[in-house]
């Protein structure tokens, strides 16, 4: 799809496949259901960002799409799709920035399709910050949403995907640059 905008907006995503999603409520959901809740987020989060004005849309999907559920978006939406590329969670996001970036976008922002009751204000807030970097801390100590203006900054290596600590750590980076 052609850029249109000079906002990229990108929901990563993993494809809804039973047993592969949301791994962690397993103990308290059958695999079925959590695959649905999951599906039920993610179309959430891309009814979200499709109300987001002057932004491209894109889901990058990680490891890649083997349910069809991508595939049977309504094209309407104007709703790119990718594989995510790299070894972690950082490396997936700094391609997809340096990506965006390289299309000629101004400004990127990434969200997990794991936050289906994202205020869209919190998104538009992020496109009209004048920040170079903006950060949606989440309760678990990662973040809900990151964004980028202008140019890519190395935040992502050397963090501890994952863990409690991924917020502070890039935190930690964004002083160092």
Known sequence: MAKQNKNALVVFARDPVVGQVKTRLNPFLDLQTTCELYTCFLSDSLDTICAVE????????YPSSTSGFFERLDPSLSISTFVQEGKDLGDRMKNTFYTRFAEGYEQVVIIGADSPSLPLAYIRQAFFSKQDVVLGPSIDGGYYLIGMRGKLINLFDGIAWGSDTVLKETRCKLESN
């Open 54 to 61: 002057s932004a491209d849309y894109f889901v990058g999907i």
